[in-house]
């Protein structure tokens, strides 16, 4: 909030006082997730105000109006911004208020992707393309040169199957079910595309573009995350995108290697190894990312990390608000995130047991998407692990699923003090509240 203007939420106080959809879209999450809607809300109704007639979204909005440079990932961002807050506070004020700027967006999306849907991308040498959004700039790195970037493609599903949902909530039954069939025929091609683009190009990672099929695992981290499709995406290939990064950092910060910068956009892909199961590793990220805080009584990152902090070059404005949000939703996912794929709440997927070592661990009116949340979790004098849990709200559909730390297999469980069958070697599920958990490795 440091850098906000009015309802606009800036990524900086210098360079970067404009608001970008990308941006807002993100840090409107991060708010959300700390319980303050409020400026969630504020934004997005702001935003959607700068929306052209045929649904088009401007990247950036700043003092002097809105920006049209080519960025795609406005589309998808804009729908989410106006889905997320209505998940966390239930306003369906705010659903119907924006639902107009929903269906100009779905519009427009349907448009360019249109464009990528005739016979000429259903030949040998254009079908990576085919039903893809059209060529963008989205990316810093494709500003030379814009390509069919998968950041774009990503969160147009997002925006879509958020689409879907808002029409549903506000009783367009029919709107939502052509909402659903678009969207599983856009995702069908996206993943068609990404397998192809890997087979021709001879990779075993997700590729960040069409035409460079180049590794960008902080990009392709978001597919995990936010748009959260970790479960439609090829495993291995996930694997390998970001074991790249951690093998990359690992070598540059026990100096095997030579570096002179990165960017702390990569805090995002902690989330994404959540997901995939890997604490220590997101931990491992996370510890290297902490010594390179800049200047480190700030407690934040600047956009650029230069090897040497005295080097002479760009570091981004500071406070770097994007980079600030990208961490709080690293840290809320240590302690819960939503999962869609079994429509659950993964609860201490991001805890290492070490952190137990020094009495509980927990949280205290946690927003959700199903209410707020309470939680503490210690390690009992007989070895067995405790889990005390309240929420208020309902419970999700697929219930509450419990990660403990440790990386040995569950072995038994009990629910308040009945013993229960219903977990796996990781995760134990929880179907009522308030509850004791109990397990034991």
């Known amino acids: 909030l440091i850098n906000r203007d009015g309802p606009a939420l800036q990524p900086g106080p210098r360079r970067y006082t404009r608001s970008w959809i990308r941006d807002g879209a993100v840090m409107s999450a991060a708010l959300l997730r700390l319980g303050r809607p409020a400026e969630a809300i504020d934004f997005i109704r702001w935003y959607a105000r700068f ?43 705010l659903a119907a208020d924006l639902w107009p700027a929903v269906c100009r967006t779905v519009t427009q999306l349907e448009q360019l992707r249109a464009q990528r849907l005739t016979d000429d991308y259903r030949t ?14 989205s ?34 039954e029919a709107e939502q079910a052509r909402l659903t069939r678009l969207c599983d025929d856009f995702r069908g091609t996206l993943y068609a595309s990404i397998e192809l683009t890997m087979r021709e190009r001879g990779i075993d990672f997700i590729p960040g573009s069409v035409e460079w099929a180049d590794a960008d695992p902080t990009a392709i981290a978001v597919a995990l995350t936010l748009i959260d499709e970790t479960h439609n995406l090829p495993a291995a290939a996930l694997a390998r995108t970001f074991e790249s990064l951690l093998e990359r950092f690992r070598a540059m910060h026990s100096h095997q290697v030579d570096w002179i910068n ?25 510890r290297v990312l902490f010594t390179d805080r800049r200047p480190p009584a700030w407690h934040q990152w600047p956009e650029i ?42 609860l201490c997927a991001g805890i290492p047991e070490q952190w137990l070592a020094g009495g509980p661990v927990g949280v205290s009116s946690l927003p959700t998407w199903y209410g707020q949340l309470d939680f503490s979790l210690r390690l009992n004098l007989d070895g067995t692990m405790a889990l005390t849990l309240d929420a208020t709200g309902r419970l999700p559909p697929g219930g509450i699923r419990f990660a403990p730390p440790g990386d040995r297999p569950l072995r038994s469980v009990s629910v308040n003090g009945a013993t229960t069958t219903d977990f796996t070697a990781s995760e134990v599920v929880i179907r009522v509240l308030p509850a004791e958990v109990v397990v034991s490795r």
Do not use: M
């Open 305 to 346: 990390i230069w090897r040497d902090p005295r080097t002479p070059g760009h570091q981004g404005d500071l406070p770097h608000a994007w980079i600030s949000a990208e961490y709080i939703l690293v840290f809320r996912d240590l302690f819960a995130y939503e999962r869609e794929a079994d429509q659950s709440l993964v």
């Open 124 to 137: 040998p040498e254009r079908l990576a393309c085919f039903g893809l959004l059209p060529e963008s700039v």
């Open 51 to 93: 929306q052209a007639e045929n649904g088009y979204v401007p990247c950036c909005v700043d003092r002097d109006g809105p920006d049209w440079l080519a960025e795609h990932d406005s589309l998808g961002e804009l729908i989410f911004a106006v889905a997320e807050p209505v998940r966390f506070t239930g306003d369906l004020q």
């Open 139 to 172: 990316h810093e790195g494709y500003l030379a040169q814009p390509v069919h970037a998968y950041w774009d493609d990503l969160w147009a599903v997002r925006g879509l199957k958020d689409a879907a949902w808002l029409a549903g909530i506000l009783g367009e």
């Open 262 to 286: 990165y960017s702390p956009y990569e805090i995002r892909v902690a989330g994404a190894l959540l997901r995939l199961g890997r604490r220590g590793e997101a931990h491992e990220l996370l």
